[in-house]
């Protein structure tokens, strides 16, 4: 998302836009990098649900995520899955769970990492259904399918798209998707809420920061640009194939967004 954003935004502003990875510590490097950068519209932080609650897992952040910060907009969302491996003697999540009870610890479920938002909702579901389910956190969702498919782990709870293909293939047994409505990718897999488990229904999402002093004129002129991308065909059919669903929205929005969910998770 972020290099095709950054491609067409070089277009608009007729300047390169770099995009620095800056990967460990669930992101905490590149947002402090951020949270300490000039406040001059100029560098952006990308940033997930994980941004809004980080605070409540780590003891001890280098910047606060409140203060430090301003929104700019959303970009996407894209729904999660609850997927078993069809080893597993259930076919929906009522049984899911009554499984999970009867053979306490012994079911698995994988995650992108150890302090996501897969991992928070899986936790969620564990305290609302009074269930000892064993968290499994991998370095990125692919290598979770790949072991649910292969039986190493009983199941994932991870984004849709990496899953999708698995599910339709018949190598995994999707559960629930925590979207609103079902999804089109396996409209045969209930929603969260139909699931019996509204705990879980949310969305993964994908937006832009900057550091909280800069200018109001910049944030607008960010955000006017971020919706020009986002509303192109050809952007708009790269990120639809990829899973995601465009959703910009104005800055105040963004904010009400992080904050809603911060106070959530």
């Known amino acids: 998302l972020a290099r095709i954003v ?3 935004l070089s277009q608009s502003f007729e300047q390169q836009v770099v995009v620095d990875n800056r990967g460990a510590a669930s992101g905490i490097v590149a947002t402090e990098i951020v949270a300490k950068s000039a406040a001059d519209g100029h560098t952006l932080l990308s940033v997930g649900p994980s941004f809004t609650f980080m605070g409540a897992v780590r003891s001890r952040l280098p910047y606060d ?22 080893s597993l003697p259930v076919t929906n999540m009522k049984e899911y769970l009554a499984l999970a009870r009867a053979r306490p610890g012994e079911i ?15 936790e969620s579901l564990k305290l609302a259904a009074k269930v000892n389910i064993t968290l499994v956190p991998f370095q990125g ?6 072991a649910a498919t292969g039986g190493h782990i009983t199941g994932v709870l991870v984004n849709l798209f990496s899953t999708a ?9 999707g559960l629930a998707v925590t979207s609103v409505k079902r999804e089109a990718m396996i409209p045969e897999v209930p929603t969260a809420r139909e699931a019996g488990t509204p705990e879980i229904e949310a969305s993964n999402w ?3 920061v900057v550091p ?10 960010l955000n006017a640009e971020l919706h020009k991308v986002l509303n192109l065909n050809e952007v708009r059919e790269n990120l ?3 899973g995601f669903t465009v959703a910009p929205g104005s800055s105040e929005q963004f904010a009400a967004l992080m904050k809603a969910e911060s106070v959530r998770y």
């Open 206 to 208: 994908n937006g832009y």
């Open 6 to 8: 950054a491609a067409k």
């Open 108 to 122: 698995s479920y994988g995650t992108a990492g150890p302090s996501g938002l897969h991992t928070v909702l899986g």
């Open 165 to 173: 293909p698995f599910i339709k293939a018949g190598k995994l047994r």
């Open 65 to 86: 995520t409140e203060k430090d910060f301003k929104a700019v907009g959303l970009a996407i969302e894209l729904p999660m899955v609850v997927a078993i491996n069809r």
């Open 141 to 146: 969702e692919s290598p979770a399918v790949i």
């Open 240 to 242: 639809r194939a990829q």
């Open 212 to 221: 909280a002093a800069t200018p109001d004129t910049a944030v607008a002129r």
